[in-house]
């Protein structure tokens, strides 16, 4: 396996990792692909994917949350035939490795449902702790953050999150008021919600 960037593929493979992005992930927590990919084109975020050969086998999104110089790992998929081979694994390993050499960015955080949400089936509840202990046994840990929801990206309402973060540059994760800074970053710079927005206003409890 080895990893590339979205901007390197050919068009054929391009509508390939769509399909996994759009496969692995509800609408609601969905941008529209063609955003990232404008974004991707603009250097505003960037975009990984992971190849066997010229096969896409999985892709992530992130970018920098520039007010506390913490990368947001937006999306993290493998297709879906090729999940539990190793292949998530060795792309985290690709991009924590990446964000190390990254000069001023601290951490790596990200966003993971959380499996004692109410009304989720127990397969979905196991599927989520599968998840978070894939991360755990990699290096990252959850934050304290309660009540942290986000809106979705289509529709209306909001989804319940927990966050997880890795170490990069900072060693220890945030705590006080860098952790409040950092939830802040995630819905006004990751969301795009004004600073009066019920959501930020509500960060001043997290």
């Known amino acids: 396996?080895?990893?590339?960037?979205?901007?390197?593929?050919?068009?054929?493979?391009?509508?390939?990792?769509?399909?996994?992005?759009?496969?692995?992930?509800?609408?609601?927590?969905?941008?529209?692909?063609?955003?990232?990919?404008?974004?991707?084109?603009?250097?505003?975020?960037?975009?990984?994917?992971?190849?066997?050969?010229?096969?896409?086998?999985?892709?992530?999104?992130?970018?920098?949350?520039?007010?506390?110089?913490?990368?947001?790992?937006?999306?993290?998929?493998?297709?879906?035939?090729?999940?539990g081979g190793g292949f998530g694994g060795e792309l985290w390993h690709h991009i924590r490795t990446d964000v190390r050499h990254r000069q001023g960015v601290s951490a790596i955080v990200l966003e993971v449902e959380d499996p004692d949400e109410p009304d989720i089936g127990p397969a979905a509840a196991v599927a989520r702790r599968r998840r978070i202990r894939f991360y755990e046994n990699r290096g990252a840990r959850m934050l304290p953050v309660t009540d942290f929801r986000v809106p979705l990206l289509q529709g209306d309402g909001e989804q319940p999150m927990l966050l997880m973060w890795a170490p990069a540059a900072q060693p220890d994760p945030p705590?006080?008021?860098?952790?409040?800074?950092?939830?802040?970053?995630?819905?006004?710079?990751?969301?795009?919600?004004?600073?009066?927005?019920?959501l930020v206003i509500a960060t001043s409890g997290k």
């Open 1 to 83: 396996m080895r990893v590339t960037t979205l901007s390197d593929l050919e068009p054929s493979q391009v509508v390939s990792v769509e399909r996994i992005y759009l496969e692995a992930f509800p609408a609601g927590e969905r941008m529209p692909f063609k955003e990232i990919l404008r974004d991707v084109d603009a250097g505003i975020r960037v975009a990984y994917v992971a190849l066997d050969e010229d096969t896409a086998l999985g892709f992530a999104s992130a970018y920098v949350l520039q007010s506390v110089q913490t990368f947001f790992l937006e999306y993290i998929a493998i297709e879906k035939r090729h999940r």
């Open 175 to 198: 705590t006080g008021a860098e952790l409040t800074d950092l939830v802040r970053a995630l819905y006004e710079e990751g969301y795009d919600l004004p600073p009066d927005h019920p």
